[in-house]
């Protein structure tokens, strides 16, 4: 099965400024997709972006921005002019196209400091 | 929009006991799962279902069984609850539709499960 890997537990950001969160993954697919979701405290998982690995450029919405190198399996998430709401856990996430699961990483406490 | 709704918010349960966990959504979507979510560990895939009575390991089944008699609802079974399922169990669903790129899992709002 795909492994989704994230080395941060915790990042700090002052308000404002730019963050950047790591996702690695371990997958022998060439085609699949992978997904940023934010959990704020209310539980609720939102998605934030997603990447479809066959396109070369990296999606971006808004202040959230991606850099997807698939050579090296890295999909690391850019906040751009973080604001309080952003505070969150950020899961990084893989979907398979061949048996459709998905599969998240342990997660990235964000905090943002006023 | 999309609603998946988890029957419980909050839940106790007696060690030894039969749990339900009940998951609905309303959007007529092949795919539903149940993860676990625990600090530092992320959410865990236990079991996902890809179609009516469908249904896959993963990664962390034993304890567990599932159940999709309709295609709006997934239900989570633990046969006899142990301390160790004390947990948050996270529903989801989706499709996949490449043409729309309609992709991503939706997800309920949790159950906050705690064995006693």
């Known amino acids: 099965a795909q492994t989704v890997t994230q080395s941060q537990p915790e990042m700090s950001v002052q308000e404002a400024e730019t963050v950047t969160l790591s996702c690695t993954y371990d997958?022998?697919?060439?085609?699949?997709?992978l997904f940023w979701y934010k959990q704020p405290p209310s539980r609720q998982m939102i998605l934030v972006i997603r990447q479809e690995a066959y396109k070369q450029q990296n999606a971006t919405e808004n202040r959230f921005s991606v850099n997807f190198q698939k050579a090296a399996k890295s999909f690391s998430l850019k906040i751009s002019d973080s604001q309080l709401g952003d505070a969150a856990m950020y899961f990084c996430?893989?979907?398979?196209?061949?048996?459709?699961?998905?599969?998240f990483g342990a997660g990235t406490r964000l905090t943002v400091k006023p | 929009d999309v609603k998946v709704t988890q029957s419980s918010r909050y839940l106790v349960k007696r060690t030894g006991e039969k749990v339900f966990l009940e998951c609905v959504q309303d959007?007529?979507?092949?795919?539903m799962f149940w993860y676990r979510q625990d600090p530092g560990l992320g959410l865990r895939l236990i079991y996902f279902?890809?179609?009516?009575?469908?249904?896959e390991k993963g990664d962390i089944p034993e304890g567990y069984s599932v159940s999709r008699e309709k295609k709006e609802r997934f239900s989570l079974i633990l046969e006899s609850a142990s301390t160790n399922q004390t947990s948050m169990y996270l529903c989801?669903?989706?499709?996949?539709?490449?043409?729309?790129?309609?992709?991503?899992?939706?997800f309920g709002q949790g159950t906050r499960l705690t064995v006693v």
């Open positions: 996430a893989y979907r398979s196209l061949n048996n459709n699961d998905m599969r």
């Open positions: 989801a669903s989706s499709l996949v539709d490449a043409r729309t790129g309609l992709t991503e899992a939706f």
């Open positions: 279902s890809y179609d009516v009575k469908m249904k």
């Open positions: 959007m007529d979507h092949e795919n």
């Open positions: 997958t022998s697919e060439s085609d699949y997709y």
